[in-house]
């Protein structure tokens, strides 16, 4: 089932204790869309600037994106963001947000783009996600991510969004953030009850965890020796994540299913961080995604081995 997805599309500049890139490709949307392009037909929705050239372009042509609906604004500029990553990968200090042509932008999505099955909101402000979703009234698996910025700027309209979500995919503080609840557990059961029917709190560096009306799963993040940038590492477990789902479509939703969309987002976040930017996910292949979740399930599993235990 082809997927659309919305959200930033974007330069990125980026520094981090090994080194630093200005203005590479990046954004929520393009870093989900070349992820989940491993699994199904992707078409992303959004604007860029006259400063957006072809050589972005051609990144997610040459993964076979649909390009389409990407809109050139002309005299505008394109969506920028600068971070700064310490030594611990897992915080990381934004020091500029630019929505440029992301301000009052009104998506038209095509025929093609209405006619998804599967729609990722890709983190971008709330208002805008909720005027994909409405184009989309009858699609069958619906994920939301969003971020810090848009649960203290328009909670409201996130929480409307939400409501009409069947999956919420979030950092773990996020969660606690948007619940006010401190157990991560508890605070993904809140959200639970206000639509969606699966839960996907993002742990950076220590991995994902799942949790749906009766399951509980959780993943560490594959074991690395190095890592260089984790710009966009949410977004590709996104993709890997949702990906699988768009590409088991005929399938219940079942816990074993999520399971599996669990480790293929692991996997395909893991080849992200290894270089910066887009840079390692535009020479990925799929026997490499195949090979790493083989090696994360070696990882995590572990026999019962029941044995008298005293008092
Ligand atoms: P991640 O590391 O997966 O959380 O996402 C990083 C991507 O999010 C970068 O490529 C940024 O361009 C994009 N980004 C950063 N801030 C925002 C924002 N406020 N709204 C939408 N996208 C953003």
Redo the contacts with the bound molecule.
Sequence with gaps: MAITVV??I?F?SVTTPFGERQRML???A??FALAASFFEEVRVVGPVGEDFGETELDVMRHRGVDISDIERIPGGRT?F?R?KYGWDLNSRE?LD?QLGVFEGFQPKLSESSRASEVLFLA??QPDLQREVRAQLPDARFVALDS?N??IEAARDSLMKAIAQCHCLIL?DSELRQLTGKASLFAAAREVLGWGPRVIVAKQGEYGAALVTADGFFSLPAFPLESVVD???????FAGGFVGYIAAHSGEALSDELLRQAMAHGTALASFNVEEFGTQRIEHLSGPEIAARVRQLREFTQFSAAPMPLGN
């Design positions: 959200g930033s974007a990125d990046g954004g929520a393009v870093h969506f963001w971070g934004t947000t983190n971008i971020m910025l848009w950092n984790p710009t966009g590492a949410g977004d590709t």
